[in-house]
């Protein structure tokens, strides 16, 4: 049979700033833009695991982080370096697999072949070991019959640790996890089961199947299949494409300046361009989306004749598509604007430039983030 072994890193920027920074090891401190004595306006983006035993965690608002009150070291981010370790990491496991396949900046997946799990489970326990000698990172290993069952192993490994699921073991195992520990679960999904009586995954079974497909709709299936001990065997993922680059900032402001708003505009550009020639991508939608002050959000589309990895066109493309949005009166819009983003969309391979990473969309109080890491 198959196996999937599902690499997830821990606390994976602060795991990047301590393999260059050791004398940050062992201490509570979080990756997060400057907390402006508690007035910030981001997210922590990664905790270490003794700032957790304090009460903060990843997307924690940098705000409700500060009145924790704890000492704790503030390290602001450095994403290129992110992406670069995150790059090596990839590098080796696609050493040891070709299938090896990225899901995230901090997350990824390999095939196993093999009657039982002990071999996979040597594969994985290599794979954290060649990790932490070569590139000094911590990482947290799942093993299971499919990659939506490796990766929640993967969660209940953290931190550093292994768990194999066996095929025989799935319904013992997943049966008992709160609903939140299913891959798509989200808060909204979390409620709508409580309200029928389902807080873990066990207790879809005592549920009529009609009553839970009204309140989660066709998830109800993979719920009631987990918790019976079955699962979907799935083909393994095909190398997948990007369709988009994005980039988007929090001001620490609302602003109402046409200028200060073209200037981020512009400095997303420069940034997306460097990243669309380094990975080889050409676009050809330009999608920019407004937040104002009040939270109403616009968002406009344009696309140009053809594609194309240089980006003066799309800064023509994203001020008119600015002055649309700020309408009636561009250069003094009524509303302040809170959040601004841009994405650069259809791409497509370009023969000029190297590709060698996914992109991930972005959000920050004032440059470029890929999203908290868990």
Not at 245 to 273: H, I, K, N, Q, Y
Request: with cysteine; proline share 8%; hydrophobic share 35%.
């Amino acid at each position: 049979m198959r196996w999937a072994i599902y690499l997830d890193m821990d606390a994976f920027y602060l795991s990047c700033e301590a393999r260059r920074r050791p004398e940050i090891r062992g201490r509570p401190a979080v990756v997060a833009h400057d907390p402006a004595g508690g007035k910030g306006r981001g997210v922590v983006l990664s905790a270490s695991y003794e700032a957790r035993k304090h009460g903060f965690r990843s997307a924690m608002p940098v705000r409700e982080a500060w009145r924790l009150g704890q000492e704790v070291l503030w390290i602001p981010p450095d994403f290129p370096y992110y992406e670069a370790t995150s790059r090596e990491v990839m590098a080796l496991l696609r050493q040891r697999s070709p299938a090896a396949r990225q899901f995230s900046i901090d997350e990824a997946a390999l095939p196993w072949d093999g009657e039982d799990a002990s071999g996979a489970e040597a594969e994985g326990r290599a794979i954290q070991d060649e990790i932490r000698n070569r590139l000094g990172l911590p990482c947290s290993v799942g093993i299971g019959p499919s990659i939506l069952l490796a990766k929640m192993a993967s969660d209940r490994a953290k931190p550093g640790g292994l768990v194999v699921i066996s095929p025989g073991d799935v319904a013992e195992f997943v049966g008992s996890l709160p609903v939140r520990a299913v891959p798509g679960v989200g808060a909204v999904t979390e409620r709508d089961l409580g309200a029928v009586g389902v807080r873990r995954v066990g207790d879809c079974l005592a549920v009529p199947g009609p009553a839970l497909r009204r309140a989660v709709g066709p998830l109800a299936g993979l719920l009631r299949d987990l918790a019976r001990g079955r699962w979907e065997e799935e083909p393994w993922p095909e190398e997948s494409e990007p369709k988009s680059l994005g980039a988007m900032s929090t001001f620490s402001e609302d602003t109402s300046d046409p200028e200060e708003l073209t200037r981020t505009l512009r400095r997303f550009l420069d940034d997306l361009e460097r990243t669309l020639k380094h990975q080889g991508y050409a676009y050809r939608t330009v999608t920019l989306r407004v937040r104002f002050a009040d939270f109403h959000a616009l968002q406009r589309s344009r696309s140009l004749p053809h594609h194309t990895h240089e980006t003066r066109s799309a800064l023509g493309v994203a001020t008119t598509l600015l002055r649309e949005i700020l309408h009636p009166d561009p250069a003094h819009p009524k509303r302040p604007v809170r959040t601004v983003g841009l994405t650069l969309g259809d791409l497509k391979p370009w023969a000029g430039g190297q590709k060698d990473l996914s992109s991930f969309a972005r959000e920050t109080d004032g440059s470029q983030a890929p999203l908290p890491d868990p």
